[in-house]
């Protein structure tokens, strides 16, 4: 398959990806850019909450039923937006407003500038073109697959909610009857609606939708952030989208890594939330009008962002401290000068201690277990912070374009630091959790800060440019802004008054255009955006070349364990299930081949016929209690990937050990690639 044969797959994409949002909030009246960035999120809340409801309903999950409630829903709005405008422009009189707000509630580009729409078009098709281009070279093939273990994890919950029709985040768990729960369900719900929608394979669906995520919906969230913070100004938003591509921690590692693949969903939309709580908050550039259309948007958003991943959302209340403080200092301040009832700022008080209250518990009760947070501490309180100002975590190379704007932005800050102190302070939280987690020592305020990230460094990297991006982009709009102030300086002077320029200058001032100061401002813009492409990505980069690279000897699946997979389907019927070991890779069988297996993850509780099965499979000619399982469970075929294993574990699974011995009684090999081989139980009948 190439690259060009993935069209009807993107297509299909956009349409589950953007659509529904699209659809419920221009229903809802909101235009432009808020439209434009807030339709990803709501289709992400829309699709994971739809999944809940459905099972509750007795229905399937598909993409009719999503589509049709999708309409549903826009159609609400439509009805409310219409009982509103009635109410609120007596007469049936042209009102803009909506239920999310009207083209000013939520700020937007002032109409007079007939350039903004060109302006967020580039803003967006650079970093997706960048992020594009470096997913597909890493990628490689359209249907290749990441050789880490979270993978088999990943791409079975895509296959198994598409097979069931089930997209509960609430019954996902681990993928069989007996360890179902809660798992984070909003990215495995989209790409499985994609995947039935036509999606040729599983693989093929999870690289297209990875690349929509990172290359269009990151920047469309980073400028929707940047615009909350310092307006809608060209400048921001070009460099807003232009930087968006150019931090190593995100997209890129949490696809290089893991593979997180909810993670890296959940944090593409984590801007845009942000973004809102800075409205609702009153702190944005261009307030709006009331705090209850952007506080309705984070309403929508909020679901998806925490069925895409709940540590996000922890994220978000970490992230969102600062700004209520600087609120809460803000409605002081005005109080004290009468600006502001006393009253109000009461209420101002009263919120920050409940949000603490509830920031506290979600923060202690929304975690793994330790468990599951193994991550060790591997680096110097300086390195850390080195690495957090250079926008190099996890000891990548320092991105020196990113080090100096930020330095810049900071300075910026310093200079207006009444007004930005709490954009100072978003960057501080994240970065201390990335110090607490990459450079303190093993213990229990180690794990209190960071255990619900797992104690993983990597996660907590990911998270640093979505705070450091704002500063960044102040400290590049500074530059620009000076750089443009001497342009027009060198235009004036040349045309009008070029004794105040030095001899050598003349001559060319007098001939500079008048657009000399734009043209500047734009090809700084693109050197920046050129220059943050060095350095750091080229480690991410040669990760991303390499586990996605499906060779002889590949970590998770080889090439013959590919090709045996393909010819699974010749031979196993669709009502049978296919005996493999998971850490093997054998248990991707479930998504590559359509076959269900038995041990669909890695981890998860199993039956005890299930568990049998597994360490007795091959004992069927003389062990009389395993061909009744095998008979009920339709278990008569099994997958040998040989014994290497990409998590070992105290699991021995040694009922597959023998299998390519071929002396095994009651065992026939079908069919061989290679080292690997599928085989059938004749001696159950």
């Known amino acids: 398959m190439t690259w060009w044969q993935t069209g009807p797959t993107l297509a299909g994409t956009i349409l589950i990806f953007f659509g529904p949002g699209l659809a419920i909030l221009a229903a809802a009246g ?9 339709a990803a999120p709501v289709s992400f809340s829309m699709a994971s909450v739809l999944g809940i409801v459905l099972r509750i309903l007795g229905l399937p999950y598909n993409p009719a039923t999503y589509l049709l409630a999708s309409a549903v829903a826009a159609a609400v709005a439509l009805t409310l937006r219409s009982v509103l405008l009635r109410r609120t422009a007596p007469g049936g009189a042209p009102a803009e407003w909506g239920v999310l707000g009207a083209n000013g509630a939520i700020p937007l580009a002032s109409s007079r500038q007939k350039l903004w729409p060109l302006v967020v078009a580039a803003a967006v098709a650079i970093p997706a073109l960048i992020i594009t281009a470096r997913y597909v070279k890493g990628f490689g093939q359209p249907d290749n697959l990441s050789q880490t273990f979270d993978n088999v994890y990943h791409l079975n919950a895509i296959r198994h909610i598409a097979s069931l029709h089930d997209g509960s985040s609430l019954t996902l768990g681990n993928l069989t009857e007996s360890s179902t729960g809660f798992y984070p369900a909003a990215m495995h719900d989209l790409m499985a609606l994609v995947f039935m929608f036509g999606g040729a394979s599983v693989m093929e669906v999870v690289n297209i939708g990875t690349i929509v995520i990172g290359a269009v919906i990151w920047p469309l969230s980073c400028i929707f952030l940047v615009t909350r913070i310092l307006g809608s100004q060209a400048t921001a938003v070009l460099c807003a989208g232009v930087l968006s591509a150019g931090f190593s921690a995100f997209p890129y590692l949490m696809v290089a890594f893991g593979v997180l693949y909810p993670n890296h969903a959940a944090i593409a939309i984590l801007p845009v939330a942000l973004g809102l709580v800075i409205e609702v908050l009153g702190l944005a550039r261009s307030r709006p009008s009331s705090f209850w259309p952007p506080l309705i948007a984070l309403a929508l958003v909020g679901p998806g962002l925490v069925l895409a991943h709940p540590s996000t959302f922890v994220a978000l209340i970490a992230f969102s401290t600062p700004p209520l403080v600087a609120r809460l200092l803000l409605s002081w301040r005005n109080y004290r000068r009468g600006k502001e009832a006393g009253r109000s700022t009461v209420l101002w008080a009263s919120a920050t201690v409940v949000y603490l209250v509830f920031g506290l518990v979600v923060w202690v009760f929304v975690r793994p277990s330790l468990a599951a947070a193994p ?51 978003m960057y501080f939280v994240g970065g201390a959790l990335y110090v607490i987690v990459s450079a303190w020592g093993v213990g229990d305020f180690r794990t209190f800060w960071t255990g619900v990230w797992y104690n993983d460094s990597f996660r907590l990297a990911a998270l640093l440019p979505v705070v450091t991006l704002p500063i960044a982009v102040m400290g590049a709009q500074w530059l620009i802004w000076r750089i443009r102030a001497f342009s027009d300086y060198l235009v004036a002077a040349g045309h009008s008054n070029p004794e105040k320029l030095a001899p050598f200058a003349r001559p060319v001032a007098a001939r500079l255009p008048q657009v000399t100061g734009v043209a500047a401002s734009v090809v700084l813009v693109l050197f920046l955006g050129l220059g943050a492409q060095g350095g750091t990505l080229s480690n991410v980069q040669q990760r991303l070349d390499t586990i996605f690279a499906t060779t002889q000897n590949s970590y998770l699946l080889t090439s013959d364990e590919a090709a045996l997979l393909q010819k699974v389907p010749d031979f196993v019927p669709e009502s049978d299930l296919v005996v493999a070991n998971p850490r093997t890779g054998g248990s991707l069988v479930y ?16 039956t005890p016929d299930e568990q049998y099965l597994l360490d007795h499979w091959d004992e069927a000619a003389y062990n009389s209690r395993v061909c009744p399982i095998v008979r009920d469970l339709n278990a008569y075929w099994a997958l040998d990937f040989g014994d290497f294993e990409v998590v070992p574990g105290d699991e021995p ?14 065992i026939e090999r079908v069919a061989s690639v290679g080292k690997t081989s599928l085989f059938r139980v004749t001696a159950c009948g």
């Open 375 to 425: 991550w060790t501490p591997f680096q110097s309180n300086a390195r850390a912070l080195g690495e957090i100002l250079a926008s190099a975590p996890m000891g990548t190379t320092a991105a020196w374009v990113m080090l100096a704007l930020t330095v810049l932005g900071l300075y910026v800050i310093t200079r207006h630091l009444g007004r930005y102190w709490w954009v100072m302070g």
């Open 591 to 606: 998504a590559v081949s359509d076959r269900r297996t038995l041990a669909p993850h890695i981890f998860g509780d199993r």
């Open 30 to 38: 909101v235009r432009r850019l808020n439209l434009v960035c807030l």
């Open 653 to 666: 699974f040694i009922g597959l050990r023998h299998l390519g011995e071929d002396s095994v009684p009651g």
